[in-house]
């Protein structure tokens, strides 16, 4: 079965920093490109940030540019974004997707895993 | 980047009675438009990619139309466990953009 589990969510501070991490199982990891997808409380879903297979490619929102980093070890089958200078903007929960196994459809994402909740309060 | 742009933002519709939400991109995006449904408490599910292929499960109830900038997603016979918010999503150019979603209540 395909997995994807979302690690490192809390409460930070404005101008921390937090670091998520998504374990993956089931499948290639090594194969898929990733991606993080956010949603604040009550809101819509906002792309984040996308990491090709081999993390030669990368790719960031303009919201979150300069801030968050995304990473993978293909060793470990894991996914991770490292988000500094952290705003009350970014409260959300964040959601890893791996690309899905779509010919042609590289960012179309499924599956996701269940979200980690990351909120930005004083 | 591409606005995608969604309506109407709430449908009621009664069970059984077919459902149809639109979908607008701010420029062509061909055929690259997937929907995702999202219940709440859970992540998002793939539901159509290409603008009408089902995903691997999905029931044949669902149907995706429309290309360029106009889409469709259709329900035609909505069960108790179709009552969730829908996400259109362009992913035909970077950043690939979520319209702000339409939300499938009970009337």
């Known amino acids: 079965e395909v997995q994807l589990v979302e690690s490192g969510g809390g409460l930070v501070k404005p101008g921390g920093s937090l670091r998520l991490s998504c374990a993956a199982s089931g499948f290639t990891f090594s194969s898929y490109s990733m991606n993080w997808v956010r949603q604040a409380p009550g809101k819509g879903l906002e792309w984040v940030s996308s990491?090709?297979?081999?993390?030669?490619?990368?790719y960031y929102a303009d919201s979150v540019k300069g801030r968050f980093t995304i990473s993978r070890d293909n060793a470990k089958n894991s996914l991770y974004l490292q988000m500094n200078s952290l705003r009350a903007e970014d409260t959300a929960v964040y959601y890893c997707?791996?690309?899905?196994?779509?010919?042609?459809?590289?960012?179309?994402?499924?599956?996701w895993g269940q979200g980690t909740l990351v909120t930005v309060s004083s | 980047e591409i606005v995608m742009t969604q309506s109407p933002a709430t449908l009621s519709v009664s069970p059984g009675e077919r459902a149809t939400l639109s979908c607008r991109a701010s420029q062509s995006v061909s055929s690259n438009l997937a929907w995702y449904q999202q219940k709440p408490g859970q992540a998002p599910r793939l539901l159509i990619y290409g603008a009408s292929t089902r995903a691997t499960g999905i029931p044949a109830r669902f149907s995706g139309s429309g290309s360029g900038t106009e889409f469709t997603l259709t329900i035609s016979s909505l069960q108790s466990e179709d009552f969730a918010v829908y996400y259109c999503q362009q992913y035909n150019n970077w950043p690939p953009f979520f319209g702000g979603g339409t939300k499938v209540e009970i009337k």
């Open positions: 990491i090709s297979s081999s993390s030669s490619y990368i």
């Open positions: 997707a791996s690309r899905a196994p779509i010919v042609g459809a590289t960012k179309v994402f499924d599956p």
